[in-house]
């Protein structure tokens, strides 16, 4: 058992939301699923046998899904961010995860259930944290102008192009 783990607090969806997780990432699998007992059932105002968490891991990262409630929501304050080698895997993870949610900027979004993510290519931090200011102002400019963010473009005010 991991000793620190991710819980997602999702109102019904953690099934739906989880399934999709999974599917997007290579290294991704769901590990357990919980179902409530009587007495967590009858505390919780459900139904006995009620799906009550999904654990999954993705890329070695361990989640744990609970399907709560509506009483709490997720909010920016937290993301999950996933570092891409490549446009390729940024554009993929980039549609998926956009796809009935919110595109925010600078490579944040909002998923369908609520769940912030942060797609970036690996280059970014590297660039960003360039002794060089000049440099690292320069990707931080072309950085604020996107949504999706787009590897060639970040290069490129790297450089000075």
């Known amino acids: 058992m991991q000793k620190v783990v991710t819980f997602l607090w999702f109102n019904d969806q953690a099934k739906e939301a989880v399934d999709l997780y999974v599917s997007l990432f290579e290294n991704a699998k769901i590990t ?4 409530l007992t009587e007495s967590v059932a009858k505390a919780a105002g459900k139904k006995v046998g009620d799906l009550s968490t999904i654990d999954f891991e993705l890329n070695g990262q361990n989640f744990t899904a609970l399907n709560g409630g509506p009483m709490f929501t997720f909010n920016e304050a937290i993301s999950i961010a996933v570092n891409c080698k ?9 549609d998926a995860l956009s796809k009935g949610g919110e595109e ?3 490579g944040w979004l909002k998923d ?20 060089d200011i000049a440099k690292a102002d320069r990707v931080g400019a072309a950085m604020l102008s996107m949504g999706k963010l787009n590897i060639n473009e970040l290069e ?3 450089k000075g192009e």
């Open 112 to 131: 369908k259930y609520g769940v912030t993510w942060q797609i970036m290519p690996e280059s970014l931090d590297i660039m960003m944290r360039d002794p």
């Open 86 to 94: 490549t446009q390729e895997e940024i554009d993929k993870l980039w």
């Open 32 to 35: 357990n699923t919980s179902y």
């Open 156 to 158: 490129k005010a790297y």
């Open 104 to 106: 925010i900027s600078c």
